[in-house]
T-cell receptor, first 115, second 111 residues
């Protein structure tokens, strides 16, 4: 199932710099996108989301950008902190107006923030 | 902050045995889900549950799987006759729409 794809399995960044994580999708029915962060031995923790009617959503150090025509979204973390070191998952849902729809996940990007 | 709790954190079971994974969703949430992640693979959807019935299930969720909300707080996933390929992390999630909030998972090891 390649409907949601994160092409970079890992990313290393210096503390204080920007982390940019990318995600591509193929299903045109997806209209809601989420980023989750996962530490070892824990479940995914919701970070930020964006609906398809927007092209940008910002929450503190985290900004998600959506390019619908390219079926591409990205997560920017500025400035990166050592505590941001984790695996980041992109996820997508279809038909946001119907609550409770399943999430389709990408394969994850492991981020390492070096002090 | 309210959270989804899952028990046990690790379950070891012989192949062919029944296993029940338990979840306590966030109390005011109405939608419940199970996902699993086989080692090295993506997190994949199994089933969603709303208003005491399954609202959607994946092709993975065959007759060996069942879900139940036996009381007002618990949400369980039962695998009737486990296979080696059922070894995975199983995550429960709940929501009142989106986003979904996940528990820390149960690691299921089938011997």
């Amino acid at each position: 199932d390649q409907q949601v794809k994160q092409n970079s399995p890992s990313l290393s960044v210096q503390e204080g710099r920007i982390s940019i994580l990318n995600c591509d999708y193929t299903n045109s029915m997806f209209d809601y996108f989420l980023w989750y962060k996962k530490y070892p031995a824990e479940g995914p923790t919701f970070l930020i989301s964006i609906s398809s009617i927007k092209d940008k959503n910002e929450d503190g150090r985290f900004t998600v950008f959506l390019n619908k025509s390219a079926k591409h979204l990205s997560l920017h973390i500025v400035p990166s902190q050592p505590g941001d070191s984790a695996v980041y998952f992109c996820a997508a849902s279809a038909n946001i107006k119907a609550a409770g729809n399943k999430l389709t996940f990408g394969g994850g990007t492991r981020v390492l923030v070096k002090p | 902050e309210p959270e989804v709790t899952q028990t046990p954190s690790h379950q070891v079971t012989q192949m062919g045995q029944e296993v029940i994974l338990r979840c306590v969703p966030i109390s005011n949430h109405l939608y419940f889900y199970w996902y699993r992640q086989i080692l090295g693979q993506k997190v994949e959807f199994l089933v969603s549950f709303y208003n005491n019935e399954i609202s959607e299930k994946s092709e993975i969720f065959d007759d060996q799987f069942s879900v139940e909300r036996p009381d007002g707080s618990n949400f369980t996933l039962k695998i009737r006759s486990t296979k080696l390929e059922d070894s995975a992390m199983y995550f429960c999630a709940s929501s009142d729409g989106q986003p979904q909030h996940f528990g820390d998972g149960t690691r299921l090891s089938i011997l």
